[in-house]
Nanobody, 121 residues
């Protein structure tokens, strides 16, 4: 089975930086887009950033210029470098990846368990 495991969350002061990592493991045939979502208390989960297998990326307007998504296809790992963090960035950050287990399988969106990012003012 497929598992996505995030790491790198924590507590940081406003203006600081964190780097999140997410590694996918299991019987994976192929991964296309990988990304990060976040969910703050009382709010809906929102897309933060996504990156294709060819490293084309997209970002939510709220994080453009501050966050950078990248990936290492050989390691099935996606990263989120978060700079100039703001209290509004406080949320649980979830890794996700579109994965299929064979050439004939359907694509499935897998999710990690999430990692807490807290930005203090």
């Amino acid at each position: 089975q497929v598992q996505l495991v995030e790491s790198g969350g924590g507590l940081v002061q406003a203006g600081g930086s964190l780097r999140l990592s997410c590694a996918a493991s299991g019987s994976i045939f192929s991964i296309n887009v990988m990304g990060w979502h976040r969910q703050a208390p009382g709010k809906q989960r929102e897309l933060v950033a996504a990156i294709s297998s060819g490293t084309q990326s997209s970002y939510a307007d709220s994080v453009k210029g501050r966050f950078t998504i990248s990936r290492d296809n050989a390691k099935n790992t996606v990263y989120l470098q978060m700079n100039s963090l703001e209290p509004e960035d406080t949320a649980v950050y979830y890794c996700n990846a579109m994965i299929r287990l064979s050439v004939t399988s359907r694509w499935i969106n897998y999710w990690g368990q999430g990692t807490q990012v807290t930005v203090s003012s």
